[in-house]
């Protein structure tokens, strides 16, 4: 077992003295600028162009599948090459990308929407594994927590930014003006992470390049997994929380805006002020838990317990369809308990698995995440076509986490024995 026993330093000491990390998280805050404009502009276009909430839907599974299908290449070759090459090169992608949407104006056009979605999304499958990857490499073990949290809160809070604004460029401006400030920060972006002094090779970077030494490779990290149990739990958790409650409260919330609570056109301000809602509570709940656990592996696992009761909780309490302000409290808590799920379990990942598999590691986690993302986004928006009505969807799915919070308890206390014996 891996664990950091360092005391972490703190997040305006690690941005002043580590200068690699500064960039990469320059970056991240400028690309997820506008990955939000452009959640929020996708998001309202489909609703304006088919009224149907299966489509929306479909725009949440196409966003979680295109990642999926590439996740197992993605980690590979974010064990073998330079890995800050692969995001400057992806970041590219996504901007040249991004630029397509400007084209889909008619009902007729939604197919290019899901295609340029696919892409810019199978895109983001290859830098997401590779972040997580390169952190280790430019941070020391004494800052791995902090720079982990750091990274965690900054996508947060570039939900609540992102989202409100785009929101409302969307709301008072529509959907032109979020599509390419979207494109020009994925640019901004890679020009950041160009600025980090990395050159290190990956440990496999002059191995065997072949198509069959890389199934040899994704294999090898299967079987990594498969003989450290824990770890693959963990691997689960962030996609057994999506397909639960938080992929499908995304399609939730967009109707909520467009039928319950209407602010702006097509209820974009009030979309906007949901996810950005649910940002802020993604960003407090882990800074807020970690001072109670630290980087403490047992206490992080408790913490992870905890957060899905919050968000059960927060779940119920937007399944009231009380005033505006009720509901985006409710979003809070949702976001907050999702939050600690995230980083925690990065966390213990990060602390567990060694540097030359960690590719595929991160990749795996983010293949099964996606997937069950995709299942329980389409699951709510075909459900929300149905017979269901929206506050039993909701409270179906308040319940339902009290299942992996209980399972989740039972397997740290056998941890615990285990580690005890």
């Known amino acids: 077992m891996s664990t950091l026993n360092a005391t972490s330093v703190g997040y305006g000491q690690l941005l002043r ?19 939000w404009f452009n959640l929020i502009a996708s998001a309202a276009l489909l609703a304006q162009l088919t009224e149907s909430g299966l489509a929306i839907g479909g725009l949440f599974v196409v966003r979680m599948l295109a990642p999926f299908l590439v996740s197992p290449i993605a ?31 008619r009902p007729e056009d939604v197919w290019l929407l899901y295609t340029l979605t696919a892409i810019q999304l199978g895109t983001s499958g290859f830098f997401i594994p590779t972040k997580n990857a390169i952190l280790p490499d430019i941070v020391k073990p004494e ?41 020009l920060t994925f640019v901004v972006s890679a020009w950041l992470i ?39 739990v963990i691997t689960l958790l962030k996609g057994t ?8 409260f995304q ?28 940002g ?6 882990p800074i807020l838990a970690r001072f109670v656990t630290g980087d403490d592996d047992r206490k992080m696992r408790w913490g992870i317990a905890a957060g899905w009761l919050i968000s059960g909780v927060g779940m119920w309490t937007v399944s009231l369809l009380g005033p505006f302000w009720l509901s985006l409290g409710g979003t809070f808590l949702r976001g907050f308990g999702g939050g600690i799920v995230w ?66 308890s039972i397997w740290t206390l056998k941890i615990s024995a285990e580690r005890a014996e």
Do not use: H
């Not at 070759?77 to 800050?84: E, G, L, P, S, T």
């Not at 969307?170 to 979020?178: D, K, Q």
């Not at 919330?253 to 056109?265: D, K, N, P, R």
């Not at 209820?267 to 649910?278: D, K, P």
């Open 280 to 285: 802020i509570g993604t960003g407090v709940g």
């Open 251 to 278: 399609i939730i919330q967009v109707s909520l805006a467009e039928t319950t609570y209407v602010i702006g056109e097509g209820g974009g301000i009030s979309l906007g002020l949901f996810f950005g809602v649910a």
């Open 194 to 232: 160009w600025q980090m002094a990395y050159d290190r090779p990956t440990t496999n970077a002059n191995s065997d390049k072949s198509v069959a030494a890389a199934i040899t490779q994704y294999l090898e990290g299967i079987s990594y997994l498969r003989s450290r149990l824990d770890q693959f």
């Open 241 to 248: 929380n999506a397909i639960l409650i938080s992929a499908g």
């Open 343 to 408: 980083v925690f379990s990065t966390q213990l990942l990060l602390q567990l698995v060694t540097g030359e598999i960690r590719g595929r590691i991160f990749a795996t986690e983010y293949m099964i995440f996606t997937l069950l993302s995709a299942i329980g986004a389409g699951v709510v928006g075909w459900a929300l076509d149905g017979a269901l009505e929206l506050t039993t969807i909701m409270r179906i799915m308040g319940t339902a986490v009290i299942v992996p919070a209980v399972l989740w």
């Open 17 to 35: 003295e580590n200068r690699n990390f500064r960039w990469l998280w320059g970056g991240q805050v400028v690309s997820l600028l506008g990955d």
């Open 143 to 183: 800052e791995i927590g902090t720079a982990n949290t750091l990274l965690s809160v900054t996508w947060s809070t570039m939900l609540a930014v992102g989202a409100a604004l785009g929101g409302l460029v969307a709301g008072f401006w529509g959907i032109v003006p979020a599509f390419i400030i979207d494109a």
């Open 75 to 105: 980690g590979v070759i974010a064990d073998r090459y330079n890995r800050k090459r692969i995001l400057i090169a992806t970041d590219i992608i996504r901007g040249i990308t991004v630029l397509g949407f400007l084209l889909v104006r």
